[in-house]
């Protein structure tokens, strides 16, 4: 069910609403029958970034439907390292988990672990990021995430229309970890709509420390006058963007990015960030774990689903503000 480039974000969005709300609906009614049942075992693998505000609703999620559907979950991290990753994977299933929730962030360090997970009989559900290939190239079963290159052109698009870019502009793209798939997958999309008006970009990496990525924005536009616009390709460059201009000496440089936090939200009300992609981490917390609970208790398999790629400005951004760290 994952859109692409070429399809329509509104009605997809539709769909996935109208999803949404029914996996709701059939959560109202089967939780007291899930709490009679022996409850499943799920461990949950954050790929990295403790105490980063993106992940706060991940686990928020997760958390939420664990208590909803009688799942015993085992939330933990992989400290942004694949070996690491890998090897949660191997100890959920020395562990008798009847399933795993990774994120499948360096395809060739976790395609043998999944797949061991699958051959020991684990429910596999990837959430966040996803196989580049997707099902054809690893063993997860679907995967609850967003599309990153829609997204990356629907931002691009809303950043060219607000500010009247032209051939002339140049975009920053600035990025946790531009070797991961969510960057370049997201990269591309934002360059297929920049190249359509001859828009020039350049992709750096920032890592996830605000302080470092505010420094590294900053000199990386000292150095390159022609940057005219900041896309962040994740939320912490997202979020220090407009500051990183500021200490650059040219505060006021157009920029929007993706995901959601309350500095990221503040900044998008007071008119000192364009936009946001929200690709809504609750649904990627929630939705995997309550998948795992279906399929083992009634053999209800998971279908892929794409957790939205809704733009976010300051006309509808109340909401991502009010429950920023919760359901947003």
Known sequence: MATTSGSNPLSFGLRSVV??????????????????????????????????TFFQPMQYGAEYAAKMFNVQLTYVNADGDAARHANLIETAIADKADAVIPTITVPDALNAAVKKARDAGLVVIAENIDHPDGGKGNAREAFVGQDFLTSGHIIGVRMIKTH??????????????????????????????????GIGSEMIGTGTVDAEALSTISQAILANPKITCIIG????????????????????????????????????????????????????????????????????????????NNLIDKENGQKALQFGGTFR
């Not at 999803?19 to 959560?27: F, G, M, T």
């Not at 140049?170 to 920049?194: H, K, M």
Request: glycine share 8%.
């Open 164 to 197: 009247n870019l032209t051939a002339k502009d140049f975009c920053l793209l600035p990025v946790e970890f531009p070797e991961l798939t969510y960057a370049v997958r997201r990269a591309a999309g934002v360059q297929s709509a920049l190249k359509e008006k």
């Open 19 to 52: 999803a949404a709300s029914a996996a709701l609906a059939a959560a109202a009614v089967l939780q007291p029958a899930a709490a009679q049942e022996k409850p499943v075992k799920v461990t949950f693998i954050q790929h990295c970034c403790s105490g980063a």
């Open 233 to 308: 390709l994740g939320t912490t460059p997202t979020t220090v963007a407009p500051d990183a201009a500021a200490e650059a000496g040219r505060p006021g440089i157009p920029n929007g990015g993706f995901d959601t936090n309350p500095k990221i939200m503040k900044n998008i009300m007071e008119g000192k960030t364009t936009a946001t992609m929200d690709q809504q981490p609750f649904w990627q917390g929630y939705l995997p774990v309550m998948f795992a609970a279906f399929e083992v208790r009634y053999g209800l398999h998971p279908a892929d689903f794409d957790t939205g």
